[in-house]
């Protein structure tokens, strides 16, 4: 009997590791261009490369990131919401076509609040301000604001006003899951990128979509 609920677990852990695998692979084919450009922001030696790369990751994401994500969250929705046999592949293109035009004009305007977040960012901590410290604390707000967004665009039947609105208020209304969102996306990005790096191919995305619908999840219901 010991052996057979060793086995069940064992299979439970497999399946998961194979979800969170494949639908982060799907949402890195999906960013390819993106995820090009992103490693060459790593590898730039001038300040001038990667200020480029950068601006053009900047055009692409509304295209491409926030459909994309879009749909990992909404394929991630399913799973909080116990369907764990869905078909990733064909959820992922399912919610990928459905609310493309939403997360992409979405994109355009999340886009500009980073750029301007960056720009603010750069010019204090290149002063050595104390305000440094401030954008930090804002872009933790932002982060939680984009989750939000891609939450509640597969989450809710609502205009995009109303979907940015939403998403702004429910980061300002809730800080102890605004605190756990922004929490759970650092604590995935740290680990990622500097103890496991193989997550960021095998798990990354999927990781910090599942965690933050969850908590997205409690704090609307």
Request: net charge positive.
């Amino acid at each position: 009997m010991e052996t057979r609920g060793l086995f069940q677990r064992l299979y439970v852990v497999t399946e998961w590791i194979t979800r969170i695998s494949l639908s982060n692979v799907i949402w890195l084919l999906f960013n390819l261009p993106i995820v090009y450009l992103a490693f060459n922001v790593f590898v730039s030696t001038t300040p001038e490369q990667v200020i480029a790369n950068v601006l053009l990751i900047g055009i692409l994401a509304p295209f491409l990131f926030f459909p994309a994500t879009t749909a990992l969250f909404g394929v991630a929705r399913k799973w909080v919401q116990g369907e764990l046999g869905v078909k990733i592949v064909r959820s992922f293109w399912k919610y990928y076509r459905e609310n493309y035009l939403r997360s992409m004009l979405g994109g355009f305007v999340i886009i500009v609040l980073w750029f301007l977040l960056v720009v603010d960012y750069y010019y204090f901590s290149t002063m050595k301000s104390p305000l440094f410290y401030l954008f930090l604390v804002v872009g933790m707000f932002i982060i939680v604001f984009t989750v939000n967004f891609f939450a509640i665009t597969v989450h809710f039947e609502a205009k995009l006003f109303h979907t940015l609105k939403n998403s702004f208020l429910l980061a300002l209304g809730r800080p102890v899951h605004t605190i756990g969102i922004a929490a759970i996306c650092v604590a995935v990005y740290y680990v990622s990128f500097n103890v496991l790096p193989f997550l960021i191919l095998l798990g990354m995305g999927s990781i910090i979509a599942y965690g933050t619908f969850y908590i997205f999840q409690k704090a609307v219901f």
